[in-house]
């Protein structure tokens, strides 16, 4: 079989499989817009909270204005016992409560100080912290004015006041996430999984498929090419793919959700191709391994949790145990995670990330060298096909 008629085949193969474009391009353009949508606020705002105000006094009210100025909480309700907060907390589901203490006036004014109380559902960790910012935030203000205002009393001055209170002044910002927002911490790197799980599936249907096909006995293509030539051609038509597929990603996608790109884009392509290559010749493998296409899905959707949580960006990789990174090294979505956010989002030059591009060429030619294997020993066990027949 020349390689224009192998390639004409192959690309019959993938566009007449509907669950692989389902997969492939539904797939990555659907969720290219539902992962998002819930991250476009890009931190919790205005986090409903319910106040226990126990000292009724002119400065108690002051402290639940400034609270509701701030852009973390929202005042929704006013109680006046604790139990009347827990209880909407655990039945309305607000995010948390503030309680006033009784004397906080008083005990301001005689320079005591008053213990301000912060509760809130910690089952969101992210809101339940907005929560806890927000109020500490406007407690420490408060507390700030009431002691330069001590200070005023005594006769200093007001430069004098404030340098006292705050000798020393934290300039604070953030690196790499300027936002601190969700968009620009989680989207890029979970755009690398998506690409990467949609193109393993995709790849492991057309084997899957035609494993099935080879047990009722039908005759494919397949079996009429060596298995090189097979695996060329269908990593060949995948690359091209899945590298228009990776442009929408990582600029469409990036400029409309206004994500940072850092990365040159020749070292990006750079980083892409081995990437995709080790990919699809992971999936080939997976293809010849299995023997139903519908056991594909099940089998990568399997491994997507544990593929996120040891990418080293949803929890720091020198707290994850060592024997799990090291296992995790097998999936060339590890890897690529790791290079692109340093490549594109922290603007490490390409010699920073030389061993991770290194790690997912040698990924693909041990997984290349493996899917070759399985062809000929599938080539052995049915000597029929009639390979060497059609060089």
């Keep these: 079989m020349t390689w224009g008629k192998l390639l004409v085949c192959e690309i019959n193969a993938i566009f007449s499989n509907q669950a692989l474009l389902l997969t492939v391009f539904g797939g990555v353009f659907l969720y290219s817009f539902l992962y998002p949508m819930p991250y476009s606020q890009q931190l919790p705002r205005e986090q409903s909270v319910v106040v226990v105000d126990l000292d009724n006094s002119a400065v108690s009210r002051q402290l639940i204005r400034m609270v509701n100025a701030t852009p973390q909480v929202q005042i929704d309700r006013y109680v006046y016992n604790i139990s009347a907060a827990q209880l909407a907390i655990e039945d309305e589901g607000l995010a948390g409560m503030l309680v006033i203490p009784a004397n906080f006036h008083r005990d301001l004014l005689l320079g005591r ?11 969101y960790f992210l809101v339940f ?3 806890i910012e927000g109020l500490a935030t406007v407690g420490a203000t408060l507390g700030a004015e009431i002691k330069v205002l001590h200070h005023l009393i005594e006769g200093k001055s007001l430069i004098t006041a404030k340098q ?6 934290l300039n604070l910002r953030p690196v790499f996430n300027m936002t601190g927002g969700y968009i620009n911490y989680v989207v890029p790197a979970v755009f690398v999984v998506i690409l990467y799980q949609t193109l393993l599936i995709g790849v492991g249907l ?13 005759k494919g293509y397949w079996q009429q090419v060596p298995g090189w030539k097979l695996v060329s051609a269908r990593s060949l038509i995948f690359l091209m793919i899945e590298i228009v597929l990776a442009f929408y990603y990582f600029g469409f996608c990036f400029d409309y959700y206004v994500i940072s790109k850092l990365a040159d884009p020749i070292q990006l392509i750079q980083l892409i191709i081995p990437f995709l290559l080790s990919t699809i010749a992971l999936g080939i493998c997976i293809g010849l391994l299995v023997p139903r296409p519908e056991l594909v899905t099940v089998l990568i959707l399997f491994t997507s949790l544990p593929i996120v949580f040891s990418a080293g960006f949803v929890w720091p990789i020198n707290m994850i145990p060592t024997f799990l990174v090291d296992i995790s090294q097998i999936f060339p979505a590890i890897p690529a995670i790791q290079a692109f956010l340093q490549l594109n989002q922290m603007e490490a030059d390409f010699a920073g990330i030389g061993s991770l591009w290194q790690q997912l060429w040698i990924q693909f030619f041990i997984y290349g060298i493996f899917s070759l294997w399985l062809i000929n020993k599938k080539n052995y066990d049915h000597p029929k096909r009639g390979i060497q027949n059609h060089p």
């Excluded at 100080?113 to 089952?123: F, I, K, N, R």
């Excluded at 096909?213 to 039908?218: H, R, S």
């Design 113 to 123: 100080s008053p213990t301000l109380s912060y509760a809130g559902d910690a089952s």
């Design 164 to 169: 006292q209170y705050e000798p020393i002044h």
């Design 206 to 218: 057309i084997g899957s498929a035609q494993n099935e096909m080879d047990a009722k006995g039908e």
């Design 129 to 131: 912290s907005t929560v």
